[in-house]
């Protein structure tokens, strides 16, 4: 009889919880237990709405959204794209940069595919968003993890991205707003960053879709703004900032300048064109969503939902002892770091088992990160705040007594 196995190029590919930790929350939720899910970055699953003006545009446009658009866009929702470009200072982004896509997620696997050959190194960091080393991975690319660090806010340590730089790195990955830190980056850090790109002719990654999901009234700075005269392919969407994961709408702008990077941009339009276009209605709603940012906004101030809650789960996390957070700025995720000495814990994906079957709460262990050390773990922080209060009331519990064995 004929098997057939997943193929080898996912050996390497780590993504998000699978395996025993799901298997086992999907285990007690058919048994009738109340699991805590802290792992799903869905604002729908929390009860975060899309505004309703935005659902009514995309209904009332459907009958028009019939057929396949251009492969890169409908001009409507690539100009609207384009006026946010200039509006973040990102440069030299023409209607023709600029590509719609089904979610983020899929451009990742475009810009990835459409540049790396076998052995082709890209700089991601360390915590990442797991997307990026899978997509890098299956393009036949190696990914070079650089490492974030949690004692200077979790910003990028340029240091250490410097000095894994080789004749085969093709680029760099910056994830700003961060997921899975919460951290900003300032504009001191993309300026060495770019500084390094400019000296090793890199070209830049920027997934920016937390971009309008920041806190304490802090700015975000476009990477590509600081890079002129380099190449930098910027990533964003709707997902996030306007509630609407579901939809599947995101964008990639081709900024700065270009011209060494022909043969890749022909690479990307082959891509595009070959997925025919991506989701019509969900393109429809782009200049709309981006006239109306107010609905987003009113979560991130003192007495909005995000704020209140990212102030909540930081303070109740802080207060247990053996555990300690840096305060998020961004997005609406926390990274807490254990004392692994103190819970003796040598296996993040068993503690995650462990905090799973004995306090219910379902969170994502810093290796689903590709963060090395056992001792970090991601909170979502999208439930209501009593919801929160609940998680972290278990999470003391848990952690009074927890010793891993
Ligand atoms: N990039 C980052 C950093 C994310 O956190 C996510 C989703 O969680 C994505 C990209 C994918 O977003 P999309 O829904 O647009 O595919």
Redesign the pocket.
Known sequence: MKVYEKSHKLDHVCYDIRGPIMDEAQKMIRGGEDILKLNI?NPAYFGFKCPDEIVDYMARCLPDTEGYSDSKGKVSAREAIMNYCKEKNIPNVDIDDIYTGN???EL?GICMQGLLDDGDEMLVPSPD?P?WTASVTLAGGKAVHYICDEESNWYPDIADLAKKITPKTKGIVV?NPN?PTGALYPKEILEQIVELAREHELILFA?E?YDRLVLDGAEHVALASLAPDLMTVCLN?L?KSHLA?GYRC?WMCLAGNKTNCKGYIEGINLLSAMRLCSNVPAQSIIPISLEMREATNSLLVPGGRVYEQRECVYKLLNDIPGISCVKPQAAFYIFPKMDTAKFNIKDDEQFALDLLKQAKILITHGGGFHWNEPDHFRVVFLPDVSMLRTACQRFARFFSTYKQR
């Open positions: 970055g979610g983020v997620s990742i968003y997307l994830i997921n997934d879709i969407g997902s994961a995101g």
